[in-house]
T-cell receptor, first 113, second 114 residues
Framework: AQSVAQPEDQVNVAEGNPLTVKCTYS??????LFWYVQYPNRGLQFLLK??????LVKGSYGFEAEFNKSQTSFHLKKPSALVSDSALYFC???????????FGAGTRLTVKP | DVKVTQSSRYLVKRTGEKVFLECVQD?????MFWYRQDPGLGLRLIYF???????EKGDIPEGYSVSREKKERFSLILESASTNQTSMYLC?????????????FGPGTRLTVT
């Protein structure tokens, strides 16, 4: 069965500081991994994904994520946080050859000026 | 751009009513999904569909059914709404299963059952 854990409900950072939002997963075989962001009263927006190849994936709005197979992790990072990055972030995993994915519970990121 | 639309942003229904939530996508995607989103629980998969007239149960299908008569449209049906079905409902679509395709989401329907 596929599952995702986001160990932090809330992450607070100061503007200009680096940010990390953590994600670990459990899946049979090699995964597809995704990050989504949700702004208030909006649907989810796709940020980035890991399919294969380079473990460091770059995505929208300056975000990147690092796939670590041995630690079954896919942490989201950004070198310098903006106040506008404040939102709810979801990690998701999908087994290859399957169309459905599973989401984590979400991490609320707050960036303070 | 992919567009996924949902029939209502806000909906208020009474206990026992039959509720229909509609979702339409305009990118000829094979797969469509219904989730509910609750604080602290993230997104939970209710049902999904790989093709017209096909459906698969997700993790929480009880109390729900779905219909996919046309490729672009996927409906979620609450046969007899209950207060514990008060939630945000999100529809999504994606290309087929043989690639790392991401899902595209609609804006959501906030359903309140009183």
């Amino acid at each position: 069965a596929q599952s995702v854990a986001q160990p932090e409900d809330q992450v607070n950072v100061a503007e200009g500081n680096p940010l990390t939002v953590k994600c670990t997963y459990s899946v049979s075989g090699n995964p597809y991994l995704f990050w989504y962001v949700q702004y208030p009263n909006r649907g989810l927006q796709f940020l980035l994904k890991y399919i294969t190849g380079d473990n460091l994936v770059k995505g929208s709005y300056g975000f990147e994520a690092e796939f670590n197979k041995s630690q079954t992790s896919f942490h989201l990072k950004k070198p310098s946080a903006l106040v506008s990055d404040s939102a709810l972030y979801f990690c998701a995993v999908r087994e290859r050859r399957k169309g459905d994915m599973r989401f984590g519970a979400g991490t609320r990121l707050t960036v303070k000026p | 751009d992919v567009k996924v639309t949902q029939s209502s942003r806000y909906l208020v229904k009474r206990t026992g009513e039959k509720v229909f939530l509609e979702c339409v996508q305009d990118m000829d995607h094979e797969n469509m999904f219904w989730y509910r989103q609750d604080p602290g629980l993230g997104l939970r998969l209710i049902y999904f569909s790989y093709d017209v007239k096909m459906k698969e149960k997700g993790d929480i299908p009880e109390g729900y059914s779905v219909s996919r008569e046309k490729k672009e449209r996927f409906s979620l049906i609450l046969e007899s709404a209950s207060t514990n079905q008060t939630s945000m409902y999100l529809c999504a679509s994606s290309l087929g299963n043989r690639g790392g395709y991401e899902q595209y989401f609609g804006p959501g329907t906030r359903l309140t059952v009183t």
